[in-house]
């Protein structure tokens, strides 16, 4: 399994393109497995 890098923001866990824009936002990381 590869698990990308993910960030806190907002109380949300989020994926960042080059630490800027948000590619995908979630409310648990649960639901990134």
């Not at 590619?23 to 648990?28: F, H, Q």
């Amino acid at each position: 399994m590869i698990i990308p890098c993910i960030d806190l923001m907002g109380g949300k866990v989020v994926q960042l393109v080059q630490g800027r824009e948000k590619a995908l936002e979630v409310d648990s990381a649960d639901e990134m497995l």
